[in-house]
């Protein structure tokens, strides 16, 4: 009776259950302390107050959660929807 000791996937991999924009915009509200409906499409994260560590600690939380995100595939472009295309991307496998 192998089937109790096999190894079981990561049920929070990406590619079982991808990040959603909701949740996406609940983890950066969070980070900064603002109220979700505060951030639009075309936000800028760091005009808002994230800084470098928040950065960080999103990118931290997200890698744990599977998405094979780094710092540097954030900096391009500090706005919502940039963070989200890049995300979106990850989770989806497209980049």
Same mark, same amino acid.
């Given at each position: 009776?192998?089937?109790?000791?096999?190894? !079981?996937?990561?049920?929070?991999? %990406?590619?079982?259950?991808? #990040?959603?924009?909701? %949740? /996406? #915009?609940? +983890? &950066? %509200? =969070? &980070? @900064?302390?603002?109220?979700?409906?505060? #951030? !639009? +499409? $075309? =936000?800028? @994260?760091?005009?808002?107050? @994230?800084? $470098? *560590?928040?950065?960080?600690?999103?990118?931290?939380?997200?890698?744990?959660?599977? *998405? +094979? *995100?780094?710092? /540097? +595939? @954030?900096?391009?472009?500090?706005?919502?929807?940039?963070?989200?295309? &890049? #995300?979106?991307?990850?989770? !989806?496998?497209?980049?």
């Amino acid at each position: 009776m192998t089937s109790s000791t096999e190894p !079981t996937k990561d049920s929070t991999s %990406a590619s079982e259950s991808p #990040l959603t924009k909701e %949740a /996406f #915009l609940a +983890d &950066v %509200a =969070s &980070v @900064l302390r603002v109220a979700q409906q505060e #951030l !639009t +499409d $075309s =936000s800028d @994260l760091f005009d808002h107050g @994230l800084d $470098s *560590i928040g950065t960080m600690r999103l990118v931290d939380q997200w890698r744990s959660s599977g *998405i +094979d *995100i780094r710092f /540097f +595939d @954030l900096v391009d472009d500090s706005t919502v929807d940039g963070w989200w295309r &890049v #995300l979106e991307a990850k989770t !989806t496998g497209t980049s």
